[in-house]
């Protein structure tokens, strides 16, 4: 009999404390052995000299648009693409799909979709709106990992923006069941006011639509999340911060008690509002892309701590919504789950100061699994840990190009991009699930569910 499900030999395994030359041991799913020269048979080994070993990636910020809007995207070609990209884990975002994750029966639905045609492992926002207070408790019973809220409008009809009693409501039942609050933080009054003027006017650019959100929209509502967290005792978290500011509101207030934690975008670490209007349709998204300033600084809130990981925000949509001349009437979203981690990871290696590896796994495995109550299971590459990975060819030159992309529409912003690193496989609980462009067996994404 063998000792080992799987081994992978000589592989740069990254790990809390560093990174170091050893062979990983898989066994019933789980991580068995981390050692030099691991002795034992396997009933297969790979040799992955020269490659690094990362935790597999968790994206806890995905719009995958399925049951009722799979013109948008849908779970079969998403979680391709995700796990081309390294992901071993993902949290669906409760709207955009038709139901959206309001209560329990559309929960259930979605999970059945899930667990179906995932190719990753998933858990499933469920929403926070003025209609659904009531339904938070069940939606907690069924397994969400935490409710999403927008204070701005969300650009669908059937998930409404939280007003702030609603809001203040739904974080306080939140709090007495240990669940996180995630809320789009762009205030409504704002935006509405200056997009309604602009339009009335005719100024409907790029250029237009930017100035229609401005960064003080989202210094506001971080603000007032801030506020509702500290009364209720509400973990919250903002998803996509844009903005230095923004960025620094969110240390600021857990440097002073608060249960807050803060995500960016790589949209936001890459692209300027300079971009957005040389790119166009590809590059809308909300918050809007901002200057060069608020670029460059977001790297040293990630750096200094203020802000916890980075994820994708992946949002497509059919290419007749990402086209016209009206950027008021364009969808707001980007598509680029498949390549949140290479494009960071190469972003990195250009910095005067890059981030070490042990970081890296931490602002794309690690902080997620320990805020979530994940952290048993996923995160990390340790014993007893799934053994979920993502394995980088640090010497192959990968360009982003059409043929490459793995979403039901082929576009993003990031087209033409060249990467210093590729992903050479996507390991899910002992399984390869990605390899050399090909997805290996069928589906195999389990439900996660928050242990807080």
Request: proline share 6%; aromatic share 6%.
């Amino acid at each position: 009999m063998a000792d080992y499900d799987l081994i992978l030999r000589r592989g740069m395994v990254v790990q809390p404390d560093g990174a170091a030359l050893l062979d990983l041991g898989i066994w019933d799913r789980k991580v068995a052995a981390l050692e030099r020269d691991l002795a034992g048979s396997a009933l297969a080994e790979v040799d992955v000299s020269n490659r690094w070993i990362y935790p597999g990636v968790i994206d806890p910020h995905v719009h995958l648009n399925e049951p009722g809007r799979t013109d948008w995207e849908g779970i079969d070609s998403g979680t391709r693409a995700l796990a081309a990209g390294g992901c071993t884990s993902f949290f669906d975002m409760p709207l955009n799909s038709a139901p959206p994750v309001l209560d329990v029966a559309a929960l259930e639905a979605k999970r059945a979709l899930m667990e179906k045609k995932s190719r990753c492992d998933f858990a499933i926002w469920g929403g926070l709106t003025p209609g659904n207070v009531g339904e938070l408790r069940s939606l907690a019973a069924g397994g969400v990992i935490g409710f999403k809220a927008f204070l701005c409008s969300s650009g669908t009809a059937d998930f409404p923006r939280a007003d702030t009693g609603t809001l203040r409501e739904g974080m306080r039942i939140a709090a007495e069941l240990g669940l996180v609050v995630a809320t789009h933080a762009e205030n409504e009054e704002i935006v509405s006011h200056l997009a309604r003027q602009a339009v009335a006017g005719g100024r409907v650019t790029m250029r237009d639509y930017l100035s229609s959100r401005p960064a003080v929209a989202e210094w506001e509502a971080i603000q007032r999340v801030v506020l509702l967290a500290e009364e209720t005792g509400c973990a919250v978290h903002l998803v996509h911060v844009s903005t230095s500011r923004g960025a620094r509101l969110v240390g600021e207030a857990r440097q002073r008690g608060v249960n807050v934690t803060g995500e960016t975008c790589p949209h936001y670490l890459i692209f300027t509002e300079e971009d957005a209007e040389r790119i166009g349709a590809l590059a809308k998204c909300a918050p809007p892309l901002r200057p060069a300033a608020d670029r460059d600084a977001l790297w040293d809130h990630l750096r200094a701590g203020d802000l916890d990981w980075v994820a994708s925000d992946h949002s497509p949509a059919p290419p007749a919504m990402k086209t016209g001349a009206d950027f008021f009437e364009i969808w707001g979203g980007i598509s680029g789950g498949q390549h949140t981690f290479p494009l960071v990871l190469n972003e990195s290696a250009t910095k005067a100061l890059p981030f070490a590896p042990a970081r890296l796994a931490e602002l794309f495995a690690r902080n997620v699994a320990r805020r979530f109550g994940l952290a048993a299971r996923k995160g990390s590459i340790e014993i007893g840990q799934d053994a979920d990975f993502a394995v980088i060819d640090s010497n192959a030159h990968e360009s982003i190009t059409n043929e490459a992309l793995h979403y039901r529409d082929r576009q993003t912003p990031y087209l033409g991009r060249t990467l210093r690193a590729a992903i050479a496989r996507t390991v899910l609980r002992g399984e390869t699930v990605f390899e050399g462009g090909r997805f290996p067996g069928p589906p195999r994404g389990e439900m996660l569910r928050p242990s807080m």
